[in-house]
C-alpha cells in the first residue's frame, strides 16, 4: 500500500504492515495523509516492510535498513524520517534536533546528536 504525505515528495509504502496508517493517523493529527485511490508514478520515498523478524525501514536518511521489532517503534522511525522529508522539501524550513526546557522564564536549548544524552540533560 502507498500513502501521501502532503508536503512529501513521494510516498511511503507500507509493504505487510496492517495496522500501520491506523498508528500513524493516531499520532500524525492534523497532518493530513492519504492512501491514493489509484497507482501512483512516483517511486516511493520510503518503505516500512513487515520482515519474518519485524519491520524492516529502508529511507535516504538512513545508511541502510532500520530494523525494528515491533509495528510501534517501526512507525516512530518512519514518523521521525517523514519530518526529515519535509523540511527537506522546504527550503524556509529549519530543523533542529535537540532537547529544551525553560529556565527563569527562558529557553534554554540542548542540540546534539542522536542519544547524546539531550533528554536525560534536560530531565
Known amino acids: 500500500m502507498l500513502v501521501e504525505f502532503k508536503g512529501v515528495s ?3 509504502e507500507l509493504a505487510g504492515c496492517d495496522g500501520a496508517v491506523d498508528r500513524i493517523g493516531a499520532v500524525l493529527r492534523g497532518w493530513r495523509f492519504e492512501v491514493p485511490a ?3 508514478a512516483v517511486p516511493p520515498l520510503m518503505t516500512l516492510r513487515k ?3 519485524g519491520y524492516d525501514l529502508e529511507s535516504p536518511w538512513q545508511k541502510k535498513p ?3 521489532g515491533d509495528l510501534t517503534d517501526a512507525v516512530c522511525s518512519l514518523i521521525v524520517d517523514l519530518v526529515k522529508a519535509f523540511i527537506a522539501n522546504d527550503t524556509s524550513l529549519l530543523c533542529l534536533h535537540c532537547a529544551a526546557v525553560s529556565m527563569a522564564g527562558r ?3 540542548f542540540p546534539n546528536d542522536y542519544k547524546a544524552g539531550k533528554s536525560v540533560l534536560a530531565a
Open 66 to 68: 532500520l530494523h525494528h
Open 107 to 109: 529557553l534554554v536549548v
Open 10 to 12: 513521494g510516498p511511503v
Open 51 to 53: 520482515t519474518a523478524g
Open 38 to 40: 489509484a497507482d501512483v
